[in-house]
């Protein structure tokens, strides 16, 4: 294969050489790569070089061989500062700046060896186009991992870190660089202005997160860097955390799919491309860990919960672990269901992490206890505000045992301990409790009556509520002394409310003076629990309404015999309507006797009669509607 020639440098095999028309006197040796040059090219420019040739002069060898151990940037960073040394045209570029900087340095190419050496003009480029410039300062700083100590020793990664840290607490409309985030060029602004050329691109300065998509493609270690210059000057820990939470996203799988900010809006990368960094995800965690500011919120809980649930996969180190449990002990009251229920990655029998919530809870009790200590002793726990986070905390715990209760190798002592870890005060009712247990009992039918009754007793049954004492009453799940207890406590519930509503009427029958008196008495007296006065009230209520349906009843029953009657009336008068005879007689006219009626007939002519004309007469109107009435 022939040598590939680059402006007077070309490479064969593992070799590099100078078509200088010259024999070689001098070889350098890079991290395993030989440069066969001419010695007065470099010495003039290179004190380091000048100051080894010195050494060597004593070895009267033709051609001096030297290795340059840990030379920053390597290879690459050496040809380019051999190449200057030769004269050849060099371009400094955002991605080997620093490179060649710290080459240049390594080297000694200071003026002492030469006017306007590569050292200066490194440092001048450094100063006058990288560190004004965005895109150009984030370029230089993803590229300074081959060199980063000697970055470091020489403040080059203070500087661009300081810029960067600079620009983002600047409005990017002030600036004249393009950034990433501008690659959709819909949002109004001013133009921006490249070399003094419109590009007609409009700036989104109103985003304060525009700078998280370009840090993210940064290693752990400069990242990390990065975090604590911003924090040092004084960047809103808001920010940090957004783009710690970005950063997170971005490398460590489980903690979100791949989104867009402000809405949805896709982001396109016009301007420059990054190449994204590999990272150990073990390590970027414990990381990041170290990094979260001290705050609180939903979506910060449940990123911390999402943290959590990642690092039982990885197996990150105890510390790391504990820190994040207590983090989140410290806002437990913003964390949702989902973000408790971890998945058991260890060897336990268990479904869910138990062990870790239990952690979380003891660490929010005994925040929550510290902070109880310097409240006022008049302060009314069940009313004050303070109580509202272990309120929330309680139904949050309540749901998750009811979740994980239907979980058969869950065991009743860990049920009953975490039912327990809320101090008795953070649970006003305990219907959540209830409802675990008979969710844990349907799903444990082999536990016995002494072990069922064990679980009981973490339930106050005064606290319990109507429906969860009706229910309770009927649940063949519990045993029999449970729900005697709570028909006990139902029935008392009951009288209480009684005694309660039967104070209040008698306040409110009293005189106007006496009444106001007496009622801001017995209101304090009066015992409204869960519900009990509430359905007394009802109760009175539904008696007076039946009392009315009664009632109405009884009109309806009266009215409906009436017409019974009316209609038994009407049917037996149509039916003697419907016989012949009474048709007969409407008509005036005589059926035909039958036998017996006709010797009745003329057993009664052969009598005397009073009145023979008027009997004649009626016999010959009778025999002619007799003769009619026969053909029927």
Not at 34 to 47: E, V
Not at 251 to 265: D, E, I, N, V
Not at 275 to 298: C, W
Not at 432 to 449: E, T, V
Request: net charge neutral; glycine share 6%.
């Amino acid at each position: 294969m022939a040598p590939a020639k680059v402006s007077g440098f070309y490479k064969h095999g593992n070799d590099w050489f100078f078509n200088a028309g010259l024999p070689s006197d001098l070889t350098i040796i890079v991290d395993g790569v030989n440069f066969h040059l001419h010695k007065f090219p470099l010495m003039s420019k290179c004190g380091k070089i000048a100051s080894i040739f010195e050494e060597l002069k004593s070895i009267h060898d033709k051609i001096f061989t030297t290795k340059l151990e840990e030379f920053p940037g390597g290879p690459d960073a050496f040809l380019f500062a051999a190449k200057f040394c030769y004269g050849i045209r060099v371009e400094f570029t955002a991605r080997n700046i620093i490179m060649v900087y710290c080459a240049a340095d390594f080297l000694e190419m200071t003026d002492e060896y030469g006017e306007d050496n590569l050292l200066l003009k490194s440092e001048n480029f450094l100063h006058k186009n990288v560190l004004r410039n965005w895109k150009d300062c984030i370029l230089a700083l993803q590229s300074c991992e081959s060199c980063m100590p000697r970055a470091e020793k020489l403040h080059i990664l203070k500087k661009c870190l300081n810029a960067v840290s600079m620009m983002v607490c600047t409005d990017p409309s002030l600036f004249g660089w393009p950034m990433m985030m501008y690659g959709s060029l819909q949002s109004p602004g001013g133009s921006i202005l490249w070399n003094g050329i419109n590009t007609g691109a409009r700036i989104r300065s109103a985003e304060s997160d525009w700078w998280f998509e370009d840090i993210s493609y940064f290693s752990v270690g400069l990242f990390e860097r990065l975090i604590k210059t911003m924090e040092e000057r004084g960047i809103r820990c808001e920010l940090l955390a957004g783009a710690i939470m970005y950063y997170a996203r971005k490398y460590l799988p489980g903690l979100g799919r791949w989104q867009s900010t402000q809405g949805g809006k896709a982001r396109t990368f016009a301007s420059f491309s990054l190449t994204p960094a590999t990272v150990d995800q073990k390590v970027l965690l414990e990381s990041i860990e170290t990094l979260l500011p001290k705050k609180k919120g939903k979506s910060f809980c449940r990123f911390l919960l999402g943290l959590l649930r990642v690092a039982s996969i990885l197996g990150v180190n105890q510390t790391c672990q504990d820190s994040l449990e207590r983090r989140i002990g410290m806002q437990l009251e913003l964390a949702s269901l989902d973000g408790l229920l971890i998945p058991s990655y260890s060897d336990s029998d268990t479904l869910y992490n138990t062990d870790c919530v239990e952690r979380i809870v003891r660490h929010f009790v005994s925040l929550e206890s510290g902070l109880t200590l310097f409240s006022p002793p008049s302060l009314d726990l069940e009313s004050s505000p303070s109580s509202e986070p272990s309120r929330k905390v309680a139904r949050l715990m309540d749901s998750y045992l009811a979740e994980v209760a239907s979980d058969v190798n869950l065991k009743p002592g860990k049920l009953r301990t975490l039912a327990e870890d809320l101090p008795e005060s953070s649970r006003p009712l305990h219907d959540g409790l209830y409802r675990a247990l008979d969710i844990y009992f349907k799903a444990h039918p082999w536990l016995s009556d002494g072990e069922k009754e064990e679980l009981c007793n973490i339930i106050d049954y005064r606290k319990l509520s109507v429906d969860a004492c009706a229910h309770a009453s009927q649940n063949e799940r519990l045993p029999l002394r449970v729900i005697l207890q709570v028909l006990f406590f139902a029935q008392m519930h009951l009288r209480m409310a009684l005694a309660g509503c039967l104070n209040v009427l008698e306040a409110e029958s009293a005189p106007t003076g006496q009444g106001e008196i007496a009622g801001n008495a017995t209101a304090g007296q009066i015992v409204q629990r869960d519900g009990w006065v509430t359905v007394v009230r009802e109760n009175r209520v539904l008696k007076v309404d039946m009392e009315k349906m009664r009632s109405r009843v009884g009109e309806l029953e009266e009215e409906f015999s009436k017409i019974k009657q009316e209609m038994k009336r009407v049917t037996k008068s149509h039916s003697s309507l419907s016989s012949p005879r009474l048709v007969a007689r409407k008509f005036g006219c005589k059926l035909l006797a039958k036998s017996s009626d006709a010797q009745t007939d003329v057993a009664g002519s052969t009598g005397p009669t009073p009145r023979p004309s008027v009997e004649q007469a009626c016999s010959s109107r009778n025999s002619r509607h007799r003769k009619s009435f026969s053909l029927f």
